[in-house]
């Protein structure tokens, strides 16, 4: 089986609890410590945040993209990206930096679909055929185990020296003038919950 993210047009501006990507994220009463660059030394773009629902979460995920390719934001630990997990009450929206390239100005919010085929490229194109819709409305998915483009690059995490499990896998987003820069790849999305709150890394592949 393969949980399927799919692109739900009509996303409330206001929402703060759902899977959202591009706009402004969410967190306790609104506050957040904008992550900066370890690279550039620059503020974060703010890509999406994903529900956690067994953990009454978010995970928020950011990429540096205030000189894209530079920064080595495909690795996952490089500094050029952060994946920050936030409890999922009280949340407000983030007021978003105004120094650097740090939102994306379209939003949009996704629904949680089941397929009964465990490979994702096969769900993907299941769904699209059957939707009668474009591949590209299909954001990802959670859970399960990754389709890596090129090899396994499941990271460690830092404090348990782990292996990471693995969370969503993300495509670039329904329209290419509003997708995140995965140069045509694809994001994955990894946490660990050795700590408290969960720590998270993210890389990409193309």
């Known amino acids: 089986m393969t949980t399927l993210l799919i692109n739900h047009p009509e996303t409330d501006e206001t929402a703060t609890d759902k899977s959202m990507f591009g706009g402004a994220p969410s967190a306790p009463a609104g506050h957040l410590d904008w992550p900066t660059c370890g690279q550039c030394g620059g503020n974060m773009q703010f890509q999406g945040q994903l529900q956690n629902a067994l953990e009454s979460s978010l995970l928020l995920v950011f990429m540096c993209q205030n000189d894209p390719g530079c920064c080595e934001e495909w690795d996952a630990n490089d500094g050029g990206n952060k994946v920050l997990e936030v409890a999922a009450h009280d949340l407000q929206l983030v007021t ?80 290419h003038r509003t997708a995140m820069n995965f140069a045509s790849g694809c994001g994955y999305v990894f946490r660990c919950g050795c700590t408290q709150p969960a720590s998270g890394k993210f890389l990409w592949q193309c």
Not at 130 to 136: C, D, H, I, T, V
Request: net charge negative; glycine share 10%.
């Open 96 to 175: 978003p930096s105004e120094d650097g390239e740090t939102v994306r100005s379209t939003r949009y919010g996704a629904t949680l679909v089941s397929s009964a085929e465990a490979n994702y490229d096969r769900a993907r194109a299941q769904w699209s055929d059957a939707a009668g819709q474009s591949p590209r409305q299909v954001l990802g998915k959670i859970g399960g185990a990754p389709m890596w483009i090129q090899h396994d690059e499941t990271p460690e995490c830092d404090a348990c020296g782990q292996p990471m499990q693995f969370f969503a896998q993300l495509e670039e987003g329904p329209d």
